[in-house]
């Protein structure tokens, strides 16, 4: 799998020699990391920057001092971050039913230390490409809105009788104006949506906010 533009791993254990093999490890695979210690010094980053906008996961371990990897998971699971930011444990064999559990709860996955780098790396991978799948839905949500902003009253009201699949005739029927009006509003509609069909319009919309 080619490395996805722009990621970034997060890495947080107490442990720093487990920090710096990550970090070399995830460099080796042209990946770029930011580790902290500590749950409460990525908690305190996280808050202080805004909502990520770049392909990024976290690699957690679950037993630290102070706030643990679970609890900090927790934190993230309440605030709706795990979309756009996957979380990976890393775990040993003692807390594997605790990473098993955070996994049903929404967790990306967990690997008990010691691990294989490899299968670890691929993982993380894929924990990206799901950040920037969710990255790219939320920008093109974001899109969308901005383009049915900018219809007016009447074009909102043509587009939805076009949607439901009424001829220009019956449109100009229901809403007392002219067939030349709707002809008029409907390509605006178009335009302003960027579609060019009536079909590709109803699609866009299906999948939108």
């Not at 533009?5 to 997060?10: E, F, G, I, P, T």
């Not at 442990?15 to 070399?24: K, M, S």
């Not at 444990?89 to 690997?111: C, E, I, M, S």
């Amino acid at each position: 799998m080619e490395p996805i533009s722009d990621a970034l791993v997060y890495i947080v254990d107490d442990d720093a020699g487990v920090r710096e093999a990550l970090a070399w490890l995830l460099r080796s695979r042209r990946l770029l990391s930011e580790s902290f210690d500590s749950a409460e010094a990525f908690d305190a980053m996280r808050q202080a920057r805004p909502a990520p906008n770049q392909p990024c996961c976290l690699l957690l371990d679950v037993r630290m001092p102070g706030l643990s990897g679970l609890a900090l998971f927790d934190l993230l699971l309440a605030r709706g971050d795990l979309a756009a930011m996957p979380v990976i444990f890393l775990t040993g064999h003692a807390d594997v039913p605790t990473a098993v559990d955070a996994v049903k709860r929404g967790a990306f996955d967990f690997y008990e230390k010691p691990f294989s780098d490899n299968a670890l790396v691929d993982r993380i991978e894929q924990a990206l490409a799901q950040s920037a799948a969710h990255l790219e839905q939320l920008r093109q949500r974001s899109s969308l809105q901005l383009r049915l902003q900018d219809l007016t009253e009447r074009e909102r009201d043509v587009m939805d009788l076009v949607v439901a699949g009424l001829p220009n005739k019956l449109i100009a029927d229901q809403l007392d104006i002219s067939v030349r009006t709707v002809e008029v509003h409907r390509s605006r509609v178009f335009d302003k949506m960027q579609v060019k069909s009536a079909v590709e319009l109803a699609n866009l919309l299906r999948t939108g906010p």
